[in-house]
């Protein structure tokens, strides 16, 4: 069985960390096969808003989306379109880290990418590439999405005996 550690927590008061509960769950009988770390691989994502979106001038399927975020605006090239102006969307910066990558600052067809917007797959919420998530319109440009979407949550593998 899993068991996401923020939804125990609303359950229970939790007020030791992760290997002190593991260790105790192990000692009282319920073994803890593993434990993952949702968001561990993703680190300096943000949420940016939208502001415009030009064809890029060299390729047909990739825009030129400007996007406003803490430290000002930036350009990143974009393959998706399920997104329009004014939507908030993640923006992994230029150092920023997802799943086996750590975001530089490349020439897509001539055209510098300051970063780039993040597929809810990119995040590792869902499978779905088809395009950049759209976060909610409340969403505070700045903020961390990591925090945002709950990705620093653990989620603890019990083995259930019979």
Same mark, same amino acid.
């Given at each position: ?24 769950? =192990? !000692? ?10 949702? &968001?561990?691989?993703?680190? $300096? /994502?943000?949420? #940016? ?32 379109? =399920? !997104? ?10 230029? &150092?920023?880290?997802?799943? $086996? /990558?750590?975001? #530089? ?58």
């Amino acid at each position: 069985m899993k068991a996401s550690l923020a939804w125990l927590s609303e359950l229970v008061d939790i007020d030791v960390s992760v290997d002190k509960l593991v260790e105790l769950l =192990n !000692f009282s009988g319920t073994k803890v096969e593993a434990v993952h770390s949702i &968001g561990s691989e993703v680190s $300096g /994502v943000v949420v #940016a808003e939208v502001t415009a979106i030009s064809a890029h001038p060299n390729a047909d399927n990739l825009s030129l989306v400007e996007v406003s975020a803490a430290g000002g605006s930036r350009r990143v090239v974009c393959g998706a379109s =399920n !997104f329009a102006v004014g939507d908030k969307v993640p923006l992994a910066d230029v &150092g920023a880290r997802l799943p $086996g /990558v750590t975001i #530089a600052r490349p020439k897509f067809r001539g055209e510098s990418s300051e970063g780039m917007l993040c597929s809810a797959a990119e995040l590792q919420l869902t499978d779905d590439h088809s395009g950049i998530l759209v976060l909610p319109p409340e969403a505070e440009v700045g903020a961390d999405v990591v925090t945002l979407l709950g990705l620093d949550d653990h989620v603890l593998e019990l083995e259930i005996t019979p």
